[in-house]
Structure formats: C-alpha cells, structure tokens
C-alpha cells in the first residue's frame, strides 16, 4: 500500500542516490543504451570544438544524482572505441568517486597534484580493462575546491592534457549545490548538461544553462540520463532496437 | 487558425495525459460508483411503500320534483375540485377516517397531532384536470401492509360519503334540485408500488457519484500533470527553451523503478 502511493506521489530527491557508484556499461548493456552513448559520442565529435590538441569537456548536472558521471565515464569509454585517446578527470573534490568506480583508491589525485603534493605523472591511471582510456581520480577530499580548481595550475593541467589526449572529459559537481563546476566550464572547449529524465526540474536546467552561459561556458547541450519510454513507443521501439541488434550481430 | 491549432494541441495534450494516467481515473470512477451503489443500497433497501390509488367518478344528478333528470344543467369546475382535495386534506377527515381504526388516538388523546400528520402523509389527493369528474386517493405507507388495506377501507368507505355530504350545490329556487355522487370506479387492492426502487436508487447513485468522480479525476489529472515541472518531454523542452538535446540516455533496466544511473 506504501509503495503504491509513492509511486503515485511524484519522486522526490532520495539523498541515498548520492552515494551510488556510476554505471559503467560492460558488453551485456543492453543494444539501445549502447548506441544512446555511441549517438552521444558522434554528436560531442562534431560539436565540440578542437583547439590546441584535443578537446575538453566538463560534465556537469543542476543536482546530484542526475548521472554526470555516468555520462561522463560511457562517453570516454566510447571514444576509446573510436581508437581516441581519452583521460577522464574526477572534479568533483568534495564528492567524487571515480576511482572507487575502478576499485582504486582517490589518493593520490587531482586535488593533491593542485597543491602541489604530488607530480603529473603520479595522478594519470590507465585503465586496463580499457586501451587507450586514462582517469586522473578526485585525490584528498577539500573544502575549497572551487580555489583550487580556479587556479593556474588547474588551467595549466587542462591544456597539457588536452596537448596528450584527443578527449578530456571532466566530472564536476552538480552546479546548483556547489560552484566548482564554474571554475573548469569557462576553461574547457564545451559543456555538457546533464538532466535526469523525469527528475530534474526544466526551470533548473535553464537556470544553470543561464549560469554557464553567464560564466562565458560554451554551453554544448543537455543530456538526457535515465530516460522512460512511455509503454506504446517502448513496444515499438523494443521492436526496432531487437531487429536492428539481431542485423548487427550477423 | 493558429489560435485553432493551439486548441487542438492542448485538446490532445489533455487526452494523452488522461489516458496516460487512465488507470487513477479509472479507479476513482469504480471506486465512487461502488460507494454510490452502496449509498443508494443502504439508503433504500429498508423502504418498502405499500398502497394504491383509488380512482372515483364525481358526477352530478339532478332531480325535479324529486325524480332524477337526464343529463345536467350543472358541472364542477377547477375551483370546486381543487376544493373537495383541500377539504379531504383537513384534519377534520383524517379525524374521520380515525374514528374507523382501531387503535387511534382519540382528539384529546395523547398521540392524536402526530397520528393525523402520519395519515396526512400517506394520503394525497388530486383530480381529473381536464373534465373535473375524476378524483383520485392514492395512499401510500412505509413498511406497513396491514395498516395500508386498514387504510384503504377506510377511506373507501368515507371518501365517498365525505364528497357528497359536503360538495353541495345550492339549488336554484325552483323545483330542481342537485346532488353529489361518489363512486369508485374500480376495485382498489394493497400493493407494492416501489418495486424495484432500491435497485433504481442504487444505480442512480453510483452513475452520479462515478459520473462526478470521472470528472473530478480527469481534472485532478490534468491539473497535476500541468503543475508538474519535471524533465519530461525533451523534444518540447528544447524547442521551448532554445537548447540542444545531445543525446537521450535510455534508462539500463525499464522494468527497475529504483535503478540508478549517478
């Protein structure tokens, strides 16, 4: 009886989701969610554009738990695909839980390599599981991230990675919580919104787009995590993907 | 024509949201028919009038040098029929019509007023509204048979009396006279006349209350979804606001409510 008032209640922010881990798609995600992040991929190839190298693009979202880092990781993981070269950087220095993604630990990581504790070469990890993808993880957890990630040296990272990589892709925190993200977005070539479908409030999504915008952030899009189809278009579109999949695999 | 356009669209809008939440809608009209049902059950199914109607032919005779004429010079007319049922509406023929019955109080017996209200209830009287010559007693108590055919004989046998001792037509000073005459018409018997009523009752009340709860839900519906300001339909929030989709991320497993994608 409980649950069938909160489903007809409408959902509300459940703060355990922010302790969830991303979801990192192995090969038995299923054929549409694939080719969702291969069809983001091929849009962030011919949005974004290229300076100096490679191409850097902050992840970000309005709330947590809107699947930034979800994003953030499949997207790299399909450039890799492509045969790019790929370094994913945890931003998110308050929060962020990449490395515990690849069963690593945060330290040593961005935040430490900022203030100066540790070198270049001791925050970038290859994945193994993954050629050609690199992650740098959040390092110390701090509370003046946004200082550290306004600073020069985090300007300096940015450009000397995208000179190494075709694609840096940046996890940030959610921008209406905390301003960390403002201080990368303006400093990388594009950014990514993303909202969570039937989760985020389209007012946010527009006032943080304003805010990025404000920042001088080249705002690529938004987009659209979790997503449910309404059960008429999902019978027909199951019936397509299963066709097109079963087409593929011959 | 585009504000005809508008129309439609917001006119199908509102049907997709309603049929998307069909089932609410659908629940809110069974469940208020069932209470409906259940209120016009209740309400009725104890009410059982038992009665008839007695109908009776009001003529009048005339009479010179005291044998009876054929055809008349005279008739009744609305006024005089509206007359007769207020007179057989006064508590002086209830009274009457007590004095036949076993058991009624007497006029200063405790219990009279309210026995005379109950009679005045069961009773009602009205007449042939195009030719005057048509009385009709229809008599109708609740949940007692018995007393329903006590009060049957008894006004078959006042009403007439009654009728004819009081409608009297003055004479025209000559040597006619003219007479009132009662008759019933046919033989009058005791019956249900609310067969069926709570069944009825029972069925008005759930189509009336389902009717308002479909309305009331498909509103509620309505009004809901339009309050809801959630990331929904990304094609029209793009077009709205001016901002690029880049991609739409299925969620992994549709069938799991509480699958998190952080």
């Known amino acids: 009886m409980i649950n069938f008032f909160k489903k007809l209640s409408k959902k509300s922010f459940d703060p355990s989701l922010e302790n969830a881990l991303p979801t990192l798609l192995d090969e038995n995600a299923p054929f549409r969610v694939k080719e969702a992040f291969r069809n983001l991929k091929v849009v962030l190839t011919v949005t974004t554009p290229k300076n100096e190298g490679g191409a850097a693009i902050t992840v970000t979202s309005s709330w947590p738990a809107e699947g930034k880092s979800t994003i953030a990781v499949n997207s790299a993981v399909m450039f890799t695909k492509s045969n790019a070269k790929v370094v994913l950087v945890d931003a998110d220095l308050r929060r962020g ?154 | 024509m585009e504000r005809q356009d508008q129309n439609e669209i917001d006119l199908s809008h509102v049907f997709r949201v309603i049929l998307k939440r069909l089932w609410i809608v659908i629940v809110a009209t069974v469940a208020a028919a069932i209470v409906g049902g259940v209120f016009g059950y209740v309400r009725y199914h104890d009410k059982n009038y038992y009665g008839t109607t007695i109908t009776y032919d009001v003529s009048i005779v005339s009479y010179v040098d005291g044998n009876q004429q054929n055809g008349t010079n005279y008739s009744y007319t609305d006024k005089h029929m509206t007359r007769m049922t207020e007179l057989l509406s006064e508590d002086l023929f209830m009274e009457e019509l007590m004095s036949g019955i076993d058991g009624a109080p007497k006029r200063d017996e405790a219990g009279f007023g309210a026995y005379v209200s109950a009679l005045k209830s069961a009773l009602h009287f009205s007449y042939n509204e195009e030719n005057f010559n048509g009385l009709y007693v229809t008599i109708r108590v609740l949940n007692n048979e018995k007393f329903a055919n006590t009060l049957l004989k008894r006004v078959e046998e006042e009403v007439p009396l009654y009728v004819q001792e009081h409608m009297i037509i003055p004479t025209s000073g000559d040597t006619t006279k003219y007479q009132t005459t009662c008759e019933e018409q046919s033989i009058a018997t005791i019956g249900l006349m609310n067969g069926g009523q709570t069944r009825r009752e029972a069925v008005k009340f759930a189509l009336i209350l389902g009717a308002a709860a479909f309305v009331i839900s498909c509103i509620a519906v309505v009004i809901a979804d339009s309050t809801d300001k959630r990331l929904r339909n990304y094609e029209k929030f793009s077009e709205r606001y001016g901002i690029t989709v880049l991609g739409v991320i299925p969620r992994l497993n549709e069938n799991t409510e509480t699958e998190v994608q952080k």
């Open chain 1, 97 to 250: 839980k990449l490395a515990k993604l690849f069963s690593e630990k945060s330290k040593p990581g961005l935040s430490d390599y900022i203030v100066g504790d540790v070198e270049y070469s001791d925050i970038i990890r290859p994945v193994a599981a993954y050629p050609g993808l690199s992650y740098i993880a959040r390092g110390t957890k701090t509370d003046a991230a946004y200082e550290l990630l306004e600073s020069q040296k985090m300007k300096d990272l940015i450009k000397k990675l995208k000179a190494e990589y075709d694609y840096v892709i940046i996890d940030t925190p959610p921008l209406l919580s905390v301003s960390d993200a403002l201080a990368i977005a303006p400093e990388t070539d594009g950014t990514v919104l993303v909202a969570r479908h039937k989760f985020t409030n389209e007012k946010d999504i527009e006032e943080s787009i304003d805010l990025l915008k404000y920042f001088k952030a080249n705002v690529l899009g938004v987009a659209v995590n979790d997503h449910v189809e309404d059960k008429l278009s999902r019978k027909h579109k199951s019936g397509l993907y299963y066709y097109y999949s079963d087409y593929t695999a011959k």
